[in-house]
């Protein structure tokens, strides 16, 4: 069975310019989560969907980032215009059901992230 | 407030055991996960608990005690291989919280 799919890689741009980082979940996962990693620290969540449902994006920097989920499946993450701040790795997730208390079956498995640098 | 703490950095030696130290505090609690990641790889789930007690998984084993909000990882017979950031994360549910909060990694460098 494939897991989370990442596209691309790496990425380099210039501060001010747009980047666009995308990620297919695996198959029948309906919750999705895009995190950011700085450098020796853990992820941080930035959105969380279910479905094709935003349900928790508080931590998502409404002024320059942005994230769509249709069909609810693939998802893309977009910053407009990026900052040398923004230089992180960017973490797709996905899990079978939504994060609750229940058992298991919300572990969340990672895509290999897009490593971004922003000169 | 949520806070999760474990040390930056541990050294072991290849063949050894090594425990993994994680302290917590959260608004709530629902399970605690153990991820390992490779540098400039993708977090792996590892372990999961959410009742006291130990969860064996082969060389790896992982503890939680609630009350003292505390959990390890346990890793025996210790492999090269197992150089690796390892973080732990907390389910904090409940109320108006609902997310997986991660620790900032432990680096552990694994000696032949």
């Known amino acids: 069975e494939a897991g989370v799919v990442q596209s691309p890689r790496y990425k380099i741009i210039e501060k001010k310019q747009p980047v666009a980082f995308w990620c297919n979940p695996i198959?029948?996962?309906?919750?999705l989560y895009w995190y950011r990693q700085n450098l020796g620290q853990g992820p941080e969540l930035l959105i969380r969907y279910e479905n094709e449902e935003a349900v928790d994006d508080s931590q998502l920097p409404k002024d320059r980032f942005s994230a769509e989920r249709l069909k609810g499946v693939d998802s893309t993450l977009k910053i407009q215009p990026a900052e040398l701040g923004d230089s992180a790795v960017y973490l797709c997730a996905s899990s079978l059901a939504p994060l609750a208390g229940g058992p298991r079956d919300d572990t969340q498995y990672f895509g290999p992230g897009t490593r971004l640098t922003v000169l | 407030g949520q806070n999760i703490d474990q040390p930056t950095e541990m050294t072991a030696t290849e063949g050894a055991i090594v425990q993994i130290n994680c302290t917590y505090q959260t608004s709530g609690f629902n399970g605690l996960f153990w991820y390992q990641q490779h540098a400039g790889e993708a977090p792996t789930f590892l372990s999961y608990?959410?009742?006291?007690g130990l969860e064996e998984k082969g060389r790896f084993s992982s503890f939680l005690s609630r009350s003292k909000g505390y959990s390890y990882l346990l890793l025996k017979e210790l492999q090269m291989k197992d150089s690796a950031s390892y973080l732990c994360?907390?389910?904090?549910?409940?109320?108006?919280?609902?997310?997986?909060?991660f620790g900032t990694g432990t680096l552990l460098a694994v000696q032949p």
């Open positions: 198959s029948g996962h309906n919750t």
């Open positions: 994360a907390v389910r904090d549910y409940g109320g108006a919280t609902n997310k997986l909060i």
């Open positions: 608990n959410v009742l006291d």
